[in-house]
T-cell receptor
Framework: EAGVAQSPRYKIIEKRQSVAFWCNPI?????LYWYQQILGQGPKLLIQ????????DSQLPKDRFSAERLKGVDSTLKIQPAKLEDSAVYLC?????????????FGQGTRLTVV | AQKITQTQPGMFVQEKEAVTLDCTYD???????LFWYKQPSSGEMIFLIY??????QNATEGRYSLNFQKARKSANLVISASQLGDSAMYFC?????????????FGPGTRLSVLP
């Protein structure tokens, strides 16, 4: 079974530029998450989708971050314009369903450096 | 308030010995799930073990076991017979039934270093 795919693996941009990350979850997984992990910290949830609907985006900085999940499969996360403090690893995860005992499977992440 | 607390930023253990990584959590929800993940230096998050709030027995998965003390709201991970490959960051996470979407909340993590 293929895992969660993310691209690109690394990205370096200048502040005020825009950037987009792509995620392809495990086939059949209805729930998709985007996390931001700043160096030395635990992952912080940015947005959660159930199929193609947003379940929770309370911690997404909506003035600069946006995300979509078209057709309930692939998802993109965009930052525009980027700030220095956006430097982090962006992790995508998926789970089969929303249930207490269902683990999330993670991709390898995209390491973003804003200079 | 922090939902998940991991008070040990770093831990050292000798190879082949056992080690306990602490996790305490905060919830008023009677129904929740607790997870432990491992993150090696390569960056991927690897699921290790799960404990449900209504589970009567402590969860075990191979060399991993979870010391679940519900009244104390703690869910410590025990790794037996440590191996060099266990060196990594370890994260405790929680899902609450009443939280809309039941999203995962992660703690700050503990860096485990296994010494030869």
């Amino acid at each position: 079974e293929a895992g969660v795919a993310q691209s690109p693996r690394y990205k370096i941009i200048e502040k005020r530029q825009s950037v987009a990350f792509w995620c392809n979850p495990i086939s059949g997984h209805a729930t998709l998450y985007w996390y931001q992990q700043i160096l030395g910290q635990g992952p912080k949830l940015l947005i959660q989708f159930q199929n193609n609907g947003v379940v929770d985006d309370s911690q997404l900085p909506k003035d600069r971050f946006s995300a979509e999940r078209l057709k309930g499969v692939d998802s993109t996360l965009k930052i525009q314009p980027a700030k220095l403090e956006d430097s982090a690893v962006y992790l995508c995860a998926s789970s089969l369903r929303q249930a207490l005992n269902t683990e999330a499977f993670f991709g390898q992440g995209t390491r973003l450096t804003v200079v | 308030a922090q939902k998940i607390t991991q008070t040990q930023p770093g831990m050292f253990v000798q190879e082949k010995e056992a080690v306990t990584l602490d996790c305490t959590y905060d919830t008023s929800d009677p129904s929740y799930g607790l997870f432990w993940y491992k993150q090696p230096s390569s960056g991927e998050m690897i699921f290790l073990i799960y404990q449900g709030s209504y589970d009567q027995q402590n969860a075990t998965e191979g060399r991993y076991s979870l010391n679940f003390q519900k009244a104390r709201k703690s869910a410590n991970l025990v790794i037996s017979a440590s191996q060099l490959g266990d060196s990594a960051m370890y994260f405790c996470a929680m899902r609450e039934a009443l939280h809309y979407g039941q999203n995962f909340v992660f703690g700050p993590g503990t860096r485990l270093s296994v010494l030869p």
